[in-house]
């Protein structure tokens, strides 16, 4: 599912699995749609892949004379850290410049790029945020209120 135009999405809780009791963790969309895709990746459920992570934050704090009750990591955290490791683990130098990295603008393909405005919507985005009017061809992104530097 491409979510890079949806924007940041509220938290969504979604009931899973672990190690047979049921719990509910809070994650962007976008996190969901990452662990569903490494899922499938490695040939496993959402449930087990969070089954796992617990029990290797689990075996961490152990490691480290912690009881894993007291280690002061959530398992929403450490999905997080996970889906985040686990793609920057595949990122190589060429995948990074197919992707258009290093050309200025980080934000393109993600939630966070904003789609070029047309004139009518960026004259009411404008009014209603008592900003600058956008010149034709200009996005949101270079429309900067005066007093607020990008």
């Known amino acids: 599912m491409n979510t890079s135009h949806a924007g ?14 049921r719990t509910s963790m809070r994650l962007e969309p976008s996190m969901w749609d990452a662990l569903e895709d490494i899922g499938r990746r490695e040939g496993m459920t959402v449930n087990r892949l969070c089954t ?3 029990e290797r934050i689990e075996e961490q704090a152990r490691r ?8 002061d990591v959530t398992l929403t955290s450490a999905v997080r ?20 990295h290093g050309g200025s603008d980080p934000f393109i393909g993600t939630p966070f790029e904003l789609p070029p405005v047309d004139d009518a919507e960026g004259v009411k985005a404008a009014v209603a945020e008592g900003g600058n009017f956008p010149t034709p061809g200009q996005t949101q992104a270079a429309s900067v209120r005066p007093g607020l530097e990008a």
Do not use: W
């Not at 480290?64 to 280690?71: L, Q, Y």
């Not at 850290?81 to 258009?100: L, N």
């Open 64 to 71: 480290k004379g912690i009881k894993p009750e007291d280690a």
């Open 81 to 100: 850290v996970f889906i985040a490791s686990y793609y920057r683990r595949a990122c190589t130098e060429d995948g990074h410049q197919r992707a258009g």
């Open 8 to 21: 940041v999405e509220p938290l969504r809780s979604q009931n899973i699995m672990i190690g047979g009791h």
């Open 52 to 54: 796992q992570i617990k």
